[in-house]
Every structure is written in C-alpha cells, then in structure tokens.
C-alpha cells in the first residue's frame, strides 16, 4: 500500500541522506463499520472488514478503500484529496471525529471503529447530509461585506490585521467541529462551530463593514450562547483551528460591542 | 430509472476555481446552473499550495511582458503567445479583483500585497529569479476557493452539488444539453441549455504517482472526447518535481522559491549542474528529469536509492511556520519528520494536464486547426487547452488560468446566451447514459475497476510519465488495448440507486482509460522532446518539425486520429532553453 517511510517522531538527525525506509512491517487491521442502507436496512449494524497488508504509515481511508475496492463495493464513503485539505471524509474514528486521510493506522491502531459523524442525518454508510451544514454556513454571511470602492489598487492591511484572523482561514468546511459538539448533537438549530469560525473570518477582517449583522445574527438563540465550551470542536478539527478561542472572540465581540 | 428534465440558458460544469469565476460572472446574466460531482469547496483548487504569478511589482521591478516571455520559454516555445500576453497582463485585475473579493493575501511591511519567487520566473527575461507569486501562507489555492465561493454564496449561484455530469447532447451542430446522475438518488437529470462551460478539471489520476484527488479522472474532456470533440497537445503532462516519497503529495515550489534545496545521496546541490543561473528555481519538467537522472545514474538516496532530499533546514525556522506551515504539517503526518531539521524525501508526481479541450482566449471550444467554434460549448481550467502553458506550465500559471480564463469563459458565455435560442434536445438524449449505467448493472463481469485502475495507474507511470520511448509507447498501446476490452466487462457490488459510488467509480474509469489512450497516442506520434513530453529515443527538440499543437481525435468507430494545428504567435523566436 502507500507510504513506507519510518516514522521518527521528532527526530533530530542531520539529513545524511542514509537513513530513510526500513523493512516494512505489514499488518492486518480489523476495521468495524457501522453501515446503513436505506434501501434494505430499517437500523443500523456493525460490520467487520479484515484487511491485510497494512503499512504503520497507511492512512484510514487507505484501509477504506481496500475494504471497498477488494471486498464490498457496497461500502460507502466520501473521498476526494487524500491529505486533508478537501474534506470529504470527516468521520467518527475510534469514537472521535477526524479525517480518513490525516490518521494513519500507526497512530489509530489496528483495531478500528469507523461511524458517521453525528448530528447530520445518515444516508447511507459513512454518508450524511451535508445540506444542513452549509445551509449554516450560509446564513451568517460568508462574505466580504464592504461600502467603499477601493478603485484599481488592492486595499491595504497591515500584517498584524492580517494575522488577526489567520486562524479562522484556514476552515475547510469539513463539519468535523460540529458534528464533535454535544450541544449541536442535541439542537441542531445551532448554528455550529464551523459557522462560527467562518464568521469570525470576516467578523476580524479589518476590511470587512459586515460585522454589525453578523453578530447580530450569532447573537440570536441558535447562535454563539449555545456554545458550552466543551471544547470538544476544538480537538475534532484536523486543520488545528482553536475553534473554542474563535467562539470565545465573538461572543467578547457581542458582549462588548467591538472586535 | 427516473429522469427529471431543467432548462436553463447557460450550464457550468464543475466549481473548482475556473467554474465558479465563471459562475460569478455568468450569475445575474442568465439563468445558470452549476454542476459539480463533489461540494464546491472539495475541489482541487484547494490543494493548489504556493501562489499566483502576477506582475504587481509590488516588491521589485516587474513587468507583465516579463511575465509573458517566462511563460512561453517555460512551455518550450509552444505556447500560443498571444493568450499568454492575455493571461499575463490579465493577472494583475485578477489579483486586485481576488482581494477586493476578500483574499487574505499575506502583506508586504507597507500593506501591500506580498509576492516571492516561483520556478521559472524571472526578471528581464531570465536574469535572475523574481519576486512575482501572490500567495497566501502555502495554502493560496485553498484562499481561492474559498473566496470565490464565497461570492457565489452572496450572489446566490444555483448549484446543483454531487451531480455527475455524463454525457453531452448536440444537435444542430450546437449544444442543446447535457446528462447527469445524481449521487444521492441515482436519479437522471436531462439540463436543456443555450451553452456549457465545462471546467471540470484534470485527469491526474491515470499515474500512480500523483497529486491529484481521486476524483481527478477527466469527466469532462473524456464525455467530450467520446462525442468527437478533439483534444489538444495530450501529451503534454507535468511531473511535479517535488511529491511526497511513495505518496505523490505536493509539496509546493513555494519551499524552493523560499530558499529550499534539492540534494543528492552526496548532498549535493545537483540543480546546479542542469539549471547554472536559477539552479532548484528551473520550470518543473527540468527539475523532474534532474531528479530522475540523479536516481538513475546511482545518486538517490534510500535502501533503493529511488529518491532524493529537499531541503529546508538552512531556512529560520520562523520563515517555515510563516510561509510554509502546510506543507510542513504534511511532512510531518504523512512521513513522520521534522522539515525544520530533516531532509524530505520526494520523487516527481503526476501533476498537470497541460491539454485538453482546445479553446479560443475566450473560452469558446475550437475544434480544428482554422479556429472554427462549437457553437455553446465552453471550457475553462485544467480540462481545457487554451494553450498558455504550451509544453510545460510554470509554476502558479494555473491558478492564473483558472481565474483569467474562467472569467472570460463565463463572462462569452453569458454573452452568447442573451441572443442564441435553445437548440431542440432530442428526446432521447439521455438513452446512452441510462444505457451504460443499467449495462453496469446487468454486468455479471468480474473485472474490478479498481484492479484495472491499478494497473493503468502503474503502466502509464512505467512508460508513459517523464521519460518515453517508442519501445515503451507502443507496450503501452498494447495494454491499453487489453484494459479498454476489459472495462466493458466491469462489474459492480453495489446495485442501490442512493450514494452508489460503486458506479461511479467504474464510469470514471472509462474515461481515464479513454483520456490515457489519447495522451499515448499523442505521445507516441510526437518524435522530438519538447518541455514534458521526452523521448530519450528523439532528445531534441525538433522545431522545424514539431513547432505545432497535435489535435487527437476518437472517430465514431472507436479509432484514433491525429492531427496538428500551429502555433500562434511569433513575438517571441524559439530559442534554446537555458536557465
């Protein structure tokens, strides 16, 4: 399978060009997966994939796709890049949330529950309704909100405005975050983590004019005061986004009235 | 099956970066729909890494004519030169637009945007390395998709997501529609419309190394393809210099342009020999047959000596966490190193299509060699050929494409409509899609697409990726042959209609297959060594023979043909190329 690099955590080694792969130790690893179909299932069950020849470095969604491609074609995931930056296949790995294609089977182990991530409506497998998701996303103006007519040139901004919102760029919308958070588990009229962080994307923007209305909308009931700080969100996102921080900066710039 | 039938006046086909600037400027114009086979913001844009070449001269002296003459130098002189000076000068709106559309640009001290260097691109025609790239972090591509779908959210662009675009309808000799199958319920959707954008993007996926998603499997051109359209310079694919060992994961010319270094198992700086002036800055095609050389002449590193080093520990690291934080946490979960104090190891990785569907500066699909229009058909991005990247695109050329490119694209297209009718749609223009898809089904075949992807995978990195051969590209004819009767043969598990990617993926198969057989073709026809496409059995590059674009076309009985069209543009008189 994939990579067969030895992984050397934090090795501090000159590049002498000697070091480099090892023997590969291959190994089996039992990958259990909630499945539903809703075409023949009323509930779901469990079922178990034993794949063998798994490299340490292997990813999740390698061992998926041998399970799918080899064994059931029926098995049913999203995939798209392959090294977290599309986010397609968030998951509920081991009990918690992350992407198939960032964890590697060294890290995870070999024994592997796989689910779909809660809080969406399940489709099918690993499949949920993303519709909910982005219909969030939409509704706190994802957008550069501006007044003025900044003619030929790029407006400006300082690196430190620049910095100020670097954090919250870097979402992918993969719903890892808010399918990690109890209180969305449990309403999901919350807004939801990812929102949020995109809000705070322009909330923080020191060229954006569009603040007023999006605090304004994440200061209704389904907005940021659901947030209990479990920092739940925080540990599920695979792009290391402190979302709780980012929730934590808006509801500052509510209660303060200033960002 | 059920079909369900829409009309609308213009269709864009993917939402990548070149399909949602063209939404953007097609939205409001018309009534337009947008169809993708993922969720906008999955597309492949977002893994685009280091930045988009721009001559702001915001950090030195710059000017787009440079910009220009890097661009057809780095395609080796076949690229059409009046579209580059299009793209070229066309890049400085664009980026302006991109931060006024809310870009977060990383700064220059004066607030400016902030540019560094890129492979390939120089200052007055190639004196030294210059400061051009406009990049956000490593992570531009990502910003650009992001901010263009965030416009296409405030302007409420109609999309149509996890719909895969299957076939194409003409009559008339225009478009009058297309098919596509909806993921969620395995339902057809027949869309009558005026026109069609398809920006769809590449193909990657035919090589086993690579840095394309798995979705990369060329939908678009191979539809096309199937339906006559010819495709342009097929032959022309780059290998990234810099994948990831084993993995094909980009790691962005951004960490050479910051001062990053390939070495040998001798820790040599060995861009020095190949690349005198801009050394590990030369255009990608050079570094990656460096690389290859370096491995095939002994000097690799590793138990099978099969890779080399780049190296990034003379580099503060502040200047790592600052500009090059993504690919630095790629090197670390994927290969478990530190890039600040480790070498990494890489191999060159399929990367990009410089082909596909040959169009005109405006978007609009040109199917000879006389430049004659497809009436309605568009295309934008990887999947089309306009050709500014010619033989070997620069780096960062193509988030440029995408954006100069997809706007003009959307923006003809939206024009096109406001005077052309509806062409009349047969009626059964969705047979031949329900006819595939229920022959899948039927299928009691026990050909796995995942075993023939595999081998095609392999083959075409073994004989068809940086270095070719006539011995190679006719074994490669062979095979193919053998996997393109062995597709019709695939059958599936999976036979539900909801989320049913078991099909799917047997469907992208063909195409690949398909699109492999045309870069083979291609490749094997072209008997000199231009930019990408070597062949070690015709070093040379041959200009009095080959100064032209191959025009490859499938005819209704399944053969393949050639044919060749100039090359625009004599501003700039090939010479030989140097760095």
């Known amino acids: ?259 | 099956m059920r079909i369900h039938h829409h009309s609308f006046d213009a269709v864009i086909v993917g939402a990548g970066g070149a399909g949602l600037r063209a939404a953007i400027e097609a939205a409001g114009e018309c009534r337009l729909a947008v169809i993708t086979k993922l969720y906008p913001t999955r597309s492949h844009t977002g893994a685009a890494q280091g930045g988009m070449c721009a001559a702001l001269a915001n950090v030195e002296e710059d000017s787009w004519e440079w910009h220009t003459f890097d661009t057809v130098k780095g395609g080796d002189y076949l690229v059409d030169q009046s579209a580059a000076q299009v793209m070229c000068r066309e890049a400085i709106d664009a980026v302006i637009e991109l931060e006024h559309y809310g870009l977060p640009f990383n700064r220059t001290p004066d607030g400016e945007i902030d540019q560094r260097r890129f492979g390939g691109h120089t200052r007055n025609h190639g004196e030294a390395p210059v400061r051009r790239a406009c990049y956000s972090a490593d992570r531009t591509g990502h910003m650009i998709l992001q901010t263009l779908y965030q416009q296409c959210v405030k302007r409420d662009v109609n999309f149509f997501n996890e719909f895969q675009v299957l076939d194409v309808t003409f009559s008339e000799g225009r478009v009058a529609g297309c098919v596509a199958y909806e993921q969620a319920t395995g339902d057809l959707h027949v869309f009558a419309t005026k026109a069609i954008l398809f920006a769809s993007g590449g193909f990657g996926k035919m090589f086993k190394v690579s840095s394309n998603a798995h979705t990369l499997t060329g939908d678009g051109p191979g539809l096309l393809y199937r339906r006559g359209i010819p495709m342009e310079d097929m032959e022309f694919f780059q290998f990234h210099p810099t994948g990831i060992y084993k993995l094909g994961i980009l790691l962005s010319e951004a960490a050479r342009g910051e001062g990053g270094i390939l070495r040998n198992v001798d820790n040599e700086r060995f861009m020095e020999r190949y690349a005198p002036t801009v050394k590990d800055l030369a255009p990608r095609d050079m570094v990656s047959r460096a690389i290859l050389t370096e491995i095939k002449e002994g000097r690799g590193i590793g138990p099978n000596k099969d890779y080399v080093h780049l190296d990034l520990t003379h580099l503060p690291p502040e200047q790592i966490d600052a500009k090059l934080p993504d690919i630095s946490e790629f090197v670390r979960t994927y290969m478990g190193l530190e890039p600040k104090t480790q070498g990494i190891p890489i191999q060159p990785t399929a990367h990009y299509a410089m082909g596909g569907i040959p169009t005109n500066i405006d978007g609009e699909v040109v199917v000879d060699a006389e430049g004659t229009v497809f009436p309605g058909l568009y295309a934008a991005g990887e999947c089309a050929c306009v050709s500014v990247h010619g033989a070997n695109r620069l780096g960062t050329n193509s988030l440029l494409d995408i954006v100069v490119f997809g706007k003009r694209g959307g923006r003809s297209m939206a024009q096109f409509v406001k005077t052309a009718d509806h062409a009349p749609l047969p009626a059964d223009a969705s047979d031949d899609v329900r006819e595939r898809i229920e022959r899948i089904f039927a299928s009691t075949g026990t050909e796995k697409a995942a075993e023939i992807r595999s081998e095609l995978q392999d083959h075409m990195m073994d004989k068809a990726s940086v270095f070719r051969t006539e011995e190679s590209l006719s074994e490669m004819v062979t095979v193919l042959d053998d996997l393109k009767e062995r597709v019709e043969r695939v059958g599936i598990d999976d036979k539900g209609e909801v989320f049913n990617f078991d099909i799917t993926e047997a469907l992208e198969l063909g195409y690949l297959v398909d699109l492999a057989e045309a870069v083979v073709v291609s490749a094997r026809a072209r008997t000199e060594s231009r930019g990408a496409h070597w062949r070690d059995d015709h070093p040379i590059r041959d200009d009095a023979n080959w100064m032209k674009h191959t025009m490859v076309t499938r005819q209704p009985d399944g053969t393949v043909t050639l044919d060749y069209k100039p090359v625009d543009g004599d501003l700039y008189v090939p010479m030989e190329r140097k760095y």
């Open chain 1, 1 to 259: 399978m994939a990579a067969t690099m030895e992984r050397s955590e934090g090795g501090q080694s000159e590049p002498t060009g000697e070091e480099g792969p090892t023997p590969v130790e291959r190994m089996t690893v039992s990958l259990k997966v909630k499945r539903f179909n809703p075409e023949t299932d009323d509930k779901p069950h469990w079922q178990e994939f034993v794949v063998d020849g798994v490299e340490g470095t292997d990813r999740v969604l390698d061992v998926l796709h041998q399970a799918k491609w080899y064994q059931d074609g029926t098995l049913t995931f999203r995939r798209s890049c392959a090294h977290g930056v599309c986010g397609s296949d968030a998951m509920v790995i081991n009990g918690e949330n992350g992407l198939a294609c960032q964890l590697l089977i060294q890290e995870v182990g070999t024994s592997i529950t796989l689910e779909a991530i809660r809080g969406l409506p399940v489709i099918k497998d690993l499949v949920v309704d993303m519709e909910p998701f982005f219909a969030q996303y939409r509704s706190v103006l994802p957008y550069l909100i501006t007044s003025d007519e900044p003619g030929y040139k790029e407006r400006h901004q300082t690196a430190e405005d620049r910095e100020r919102f670097d954090d919250t760029t870097k979402c992918i919308l993969c719903a890892a975050c808010t399918t990690s958070c109890p209180v969305y588990w449990g309403n999901s009229s919350y807004v939801g983590p990812a929102a949020i962080v995109q809000a705070h994307r322009f909330i923080f923007d020191s060229r954006d004019e569009g603040s007023a209305d999006r605090l304004d909308i994440l200061n209704e009931k389904s907005g940021v005061w659901r947030c209990r700080t479990a920092f739940n969100c925080s540990n599920a996102c695979p792009r290391g986004i402190k979302v709780t921080h980012a929730i934590e900066e808006v509801k500052r710039a509510i209660l303060y009235d200033r960002v």
